[in-house]
């Protein structure tokens, strides 16, 4: 009597995963699974065919192992299915593939670092010969720049707040405040690597933090002269140069595709606590300068005499308040998957 396995399935954009659930089998046939093997119901001949919900290339790959027989079938076109077969109620027999199975975001995830580790590869093979591309000079030369930019504001704030304590906190845009500018505006270059390709990284992510903190600085800070002397510049300065400090050494090391373990989990870790930290200050200094700019009326939009009034730039920064908390919310998604990738994928090379 012929049975029918235990079928696990998982997907990626150009290839399907099948696994069945059969020890020591010997598979006669792929185009219609047909094999002799030990299943849930002990010793016999299991069989099972699936209607894929799109064509697949006629090419099957198969291998059979003490445990079960992994299959492969690639797509004849890439892209993400909505499910398996074509119709929508699936086979009893058939089931997700947990240890294999991922949404689209982290499968197209997945494949980005496949891409990025063989272009790493083809910078070992272009070192080896003595050859730095142009592109990873220039992006050497920009994070190298940003590394010492951020590291000097950091270390002179520390430095100062330990020598003068609590004062150190109402002078800090006067004395921090230009080289948090040069830096703050070199880093609209990362919107444009992302947007032309120069780095393989969500434009929209980028975005929301260079113009969110660019925003603050040169909006609410540089433009009130009552906020240089609030201790919130000083939070928002210390946070965001506390990120920065570990983010561009990594970038730097992996131009030239190497890798210091510590380095790299303080990359995908030190921002759990200081990233929600850091849109907490902007989001304070964005409360303190709401009555400055009532009271100035600075930025505010004039409206005919007939009407008699204006709008005030503060309307904006309360809708801009609500979009600070969902621009955090996008960027902690973007940056706790990336973390779950990196590590999980070290840990796959571990086993």
Not at 194 to 199: H, N, S
Not at 253 to 261: A, D, P, Q, V, Y
Not at 344 to 349: D, L, N, Q, V
Request: charged share 20%; aromatic share 16%; proline share 4%.
């Amino acid at each position: 009597m012929t049975l029918t396995p235990l079928v696990y399935w998982a997907q990626r954009h150009e290839e399907i995963y099948l696994r069945v659930e059969l020890t020591d089998a010997q598979v006669s046939s792929t185009h219609l699974l047909s094999s002799l093997g030990r299943g849930a119901k002990g010793q016999h001949n299991y069989e099972f065919s699936l209607e894929f919900l799109l064509p697949v290339k006629p090419e099957v790959r198969h291998k059979s192992t003490q445990r079960q027989v992994n299959i492969t079938v690639r797509k004849q076109q890439r892209g993400w299915w909505e499910r398996l077969t074509v119709l929508e109620r699936k086979p009893v027999f058939l089931a997700p593939d947990f240890d294999r199975w991922l949404d689209e975001s982290d499968a197209e995830m997945e494949l980005q670092e496949k891409e990025e580790k063989k272009n790493r590869l083809k910078t070992v093979r272009h070192t080896e010969e003595g050859f730095i591309s142009l592109k990873t000079s220039f992006l050497l030369v920009y994070n190298l720049v940003q590394f010492l930019g951020f590291s000097w504001i950091f270390v002179n704030m520390t430095v100062r707040l330990f020598i003068f304590g609590q004062d150190s906190l109402y002078d800090t845009f006067h004395t921090i405040s230009d080289a948090m500018f040069f830096c703050q505006t070199l880093a609209l270059v990362e919107v444009f690597n992302a947007a032309f390709g120069v780095v393989r990284t969500g434009v929209f992510p980028t975005l929301i933090q260079v113009v969110g903190r660019n925003f603050v600085l040169f909006i609410i800070f540089g433009s009130l002269e009552e906020m240089h002397h609030r201790p919130v510049v000083f939070f928002a300065f210390y946070l965001w140069s506390a990120i920065e400090i570990f983010r561009y050494p990594f970038y730097m090391l992996g131009c030239f595709n190497t890798e210091w373990k510590t380095l790299t989990w303080l990359r995908y870790s030190v921002w759990i606590p200081l990233y929600p930290l850091g849109v907490l200050a902007e989001a304070v200094a964005v409360v303190q300068s709401i009555p400055i700019f009532d009271q100035t009326k600075l930025y505010s939009i004039p409206l005919p005499k007939a009407i008699g009034t204006s709008i005030n730039f503060s309307y904006f920064l309360h809708v801009y308040l609500i979009l600070m908390c969902l621009g955090l919310f996008i960027n902690f998604r973007h940056l706790y998957k990336q973390r779950k990738r990196r590590f999980r994928t070290k840990k796959r090379k571990t086993h």
